[in-house]
Every structure is written in C-alpha cells, then in structure tokens.
Nanobody
C-alpha cells in the first residue's frame, strides 16, 4: 500500500521560507515521478511542481517559478519542496502526489497517490 506523508508546513511571514518533505513508502520510490499540488477551500487542486524519477527533469507552475524548488532523495524515499520568497497568495494546503509513470506531468490525473496534505499559511 502506497503511503505519502507530508511534513514541514506552518505559519511564516511574507518573504520567508519553508521546506516541505514527503516521506514515501509502499512501492519503489525511485521508479516514479512525483509532484506537489496545492488547494484552497472551494478551489480546484492546482499544480505546483513536478519531478521525474531521476530528478533531472522538473516543471513548475508560472506562479512559483524562480521561488520554489522541487527535489528528491531516492536513497531516502523522500520528496522535497523548498519554498522561498513566500507570498500571502501561496497560502494553501499542499499535497504530495505519487505519479503513475517515471515521467513528470502537470496533470493531476497522472497522480493516483496522494498524501493527507500540510497547511502553509503566509501572513502579510
């Protein structure tokens, strides 16, 4: 059974940084792409970043490009999202997502596995 457990969320002032982690278990982590999505109440879950199986291909939403960095440590079965220069509009629940193939995707339907989410709140 695939399990994804996020950590690292919290409250931070605008301009600050946070690092999210996602610990994965239940399948061969290094064989699959991973992603981060975020969601606010009443809104669709939106793509944030994705990384392929080896970590050498990444994609970002335009709204976070240049501020967020996705990475993975396949030896530790862990996915990361380094978030810098945070803005109030980054406030959301952030979800770790496990892909169905080695190739990274921006499409939510390509991720059959999801964590429980971690709240990120950026105050102005």
């Amino acid at each position: 059974q695939v399990q994804l457990v996020e950590s690292g969320g919290g409250l931070v002032q605008a301009g600050g940084s946070l690092r999210l982690s996602c610990a994965a278990s239940g399948r061969t982590f290094s064989s699959y792409a991973m992603g981060w999505f975020r969601q606010n109440p009443g809104k669709e879950r939106a793509f944030v970043a994705a990384i392929n199986w080896s970590g050498d291909t990444t994609y970002y939403a335009d709204s976070v490009k240049g501020r967020f960095t996705i990475s993975r440590d396949n030896a530790k079965n862990t996915l990361y999202l380094q978030m810098n220069s945070l803005k109030p509009e980054d406030t959301a629940v952030y979800y770790c997502a496990g892909g169905s193939s080695p190739m990274a995707s921006l499409t939510r339907s390509r991720y059959p596995y999801w964590g429980q989410g971690t709240q990120v709140t950026v105050s102005s």
